[in-house]
């Protein structure tokens, strides 16, 4: 399967199955894009020769033209690229997909709600204010320990393991989040494990006893601005109904000069009211001096007043060209940003395992609630449908665990002839809940903005390869 | 002239055999991924 499009006056071909990304000349374009529709290369030969004269009018004189030997050159190198097996490769991945279900589970990610309870009163908070739609709680050190025993007891080789805390707001059970460190620390050795910690703040808890805590302990920290104060503030509100971003600009700013090299993102929600959202991003990185950011679209039920419409999708996906093209000459500039969706690594990016089984939500990664109850992930904690078990008796629901095992990209009939499936696996199980009715299904808005993203992700590395070549001349 | 510039990617079909060992990170996009063993590298 072959995509191709043009960007930023790179043409672009994208092998699906080999992973492979070439950046070509229009006459190749045109080449690879007649082999697709089925014609043969006598075909395809005879329509690039008449057409040199075209493809010569749009070279500049003094550059160096097309002649009639081209085509055959063209059509000798796809050849050659065909024989290495990085065009037009073939998939042999779907009969390994259905292999899954016998794999082993190993469970190497835990995401523990220490919270659900929230200092803050998003009105488009997914978690309904933090309580996922049930009653106010903290985890207590005792349920804690117990997820982190659990997560070692069934993580059998993997030896990095991850914990995230998650909320609500985490750091209203601060303490608690200090001891599972600590205990976690004191285990490590024993059992052969590297834990991971990360955190998700609203940062209105954040003193100076946290950033040190942090910066010591936990691996990324996740820090939930939406951009400029007048967009943030329309939703990210105080209980008292005030907005939280005189708050937690200075917090995060103290937070991520103290970090250093560490990793940290700015997470930002994105919604009809703002689909503009590159100026949010553009105020954090300008105004506020961070440089690792993250927007992302709302997660809301159709027909809600800060849902995206189709239109602002149209507006969304041209945005992530104006951020890619803006992020390209910011780099050349000597003042580049990080946007998280565009972080792609095509030579030591995820194997064909990972593309294929996506996050492992269900499996390997799983949400525990301040209770000690199981869920396929953060998303889907409060439904009572899909608790799997606890972290006490383990998994217990095992038909609802073989059907997250099994709900790869391949298991969705939407995805079959999606050029883009081997790059979102199929997409969130949970998005698709929400969207379908349906953890198999598609949420088609999302698959929109994915597939823009990652256009946009390849163009970059486009032009990073471009840059490289011009400095090595 | 040039015609074709390929850039560096993982071979997907070779990661059928150097792949699978499970120590990345989980995500919640698999396309921003990096392999553990290729960090290390």
């Known amino acids: 399967m072959i995509h191709q499009y043009k960007l930023n006056g790179y043409n672009i071909v994208l092998d699906v199955f080999s992973g492979s990304v070439h950046v070509v000349d229009e006459m190749t374009y045109d080449a690879v894009a007649l082999l697709v529709l089925g014609k043969t290369h006598d075909e395809v030969r005879q329509a690039l020769v008449s057409n040199v004269p075209r493809y010569n009018s749009g070279i500049p004189d003094g550059e160096e033209k097309y002649t009639l030997e081209d085509p055959d050159e063209i059509l000798r190198q796809i050849d050659e690229l065909k024989e290495q097996g990085k065009l037009f490769a073939e998939d042999i991945y779907e009969p390994k997909a259905f292999d899954f279900k016998s794999r082993s589970t190993v469970v190497k990610a835990l995401c523990l709600h220490v919270a659900h309870t929230c200092n803050l009163n998003c009105s488009y908070c997914f978690a309904a204010q933090g309580k996922f739609h049930g009653k106010a709680g903290l985890m207590s050190f005792e349920t804690g320990k117990r997820s982190l025993d659990y997560l070692v007891e069934n993580s059998e080789t993997r030896r990095n393991l991850e914990v995230d805390f998650f909320g609500g707001e985490p750091l209203m059970n601060f303490e608690v989040c200090k001891q599972l460190v600590a205990y976690a620390r004191s285990i490590e050795k024993e059992h052969d494990k590297n834990f991971r910690f990360t955190l998700t703040t609203n940062g209105i808890g954040i003193t100076d006893e946290v950033i040190e805590w942090a910066n010591r302990e936990c691996y990324n920290v996740v820090l939930s601005l939406d951009g400029r104060k007048e967009v943030n503030d329309r939703f990210r509100k105080s209980i008292d109904g005030t907005g939280s971003y005189d708050i937690i600009v200075p917090k995060f700013q103290k937070f991520v000069k103290a970090r250093g090299d560490k990793n940290y993102y700015m997470r930002g929600t994105f919604t009809h009211y703002n689909p503009d959202f590159t100026r949010d991003l553009y105020h954090m990185a300008d105004d506020l001096g961070f440089t690792e950011l993250s927007m992302e679209p709302v997660v809301a039920a159709p027909g809600a007043d800060e849902a995206l419409t189709s239109d602002d999708i149209e507006i969304v996906k041209e945005q992530y060209e104006i951020l890619a093209k803006d992020m390209i000459r910011r780099r050349r500039q000597g003042h580049p940003i990080t946007f998280y969706h565009y972080m792609i690594d095509l030579s030591g990016g995820p194997c064909i395992y990972k593309r294929i089984s996506g996050c492992g939500s269900g499996t390997e990664y799983m949400a525990v609630t301040p209770w000690g109850d199981l869920y396929p992930c953060h998303q889907f904690v409060g439904d009572e449908r899909y608790k799997l078990g606890d972290i006490w008796n383990g998994v217990t629901n095992t038909e609802l665990r073989d059907e997250f095992k099994l709900c790869n990209v391949y298991a969705r009939p939407d995805c079959k002839d999606c050029w883009a499936k081997l790059y979102c696996s199929g997409g969130c199980a949970a998005n698709a809940l929400h969207a379908s009715g349906d953890i198999h299904g598609i949420y088609k808005d999302g698959c929109e903005v994915f597939k823009k993203r990652i256009e946009c992700a390849l163009m970059i590395k486009a032009s990073e390869n471009e840059d490289m070549e011009k400095a090595q001349q | ?41």
Do not use: P
């Open chain 2, 1 to 41: 002239m040039k015609h074709i510039e390929t850039l560096n990617t993982r071979d997907m079909v070779k990661s059928l055999n150097d792949g699978g060992c499970g120590e990345c990170q989980t995500s919640c996009g698999i396309a921003n991924q990096q392999c553990e063993k290729a960090k290390k590298n």
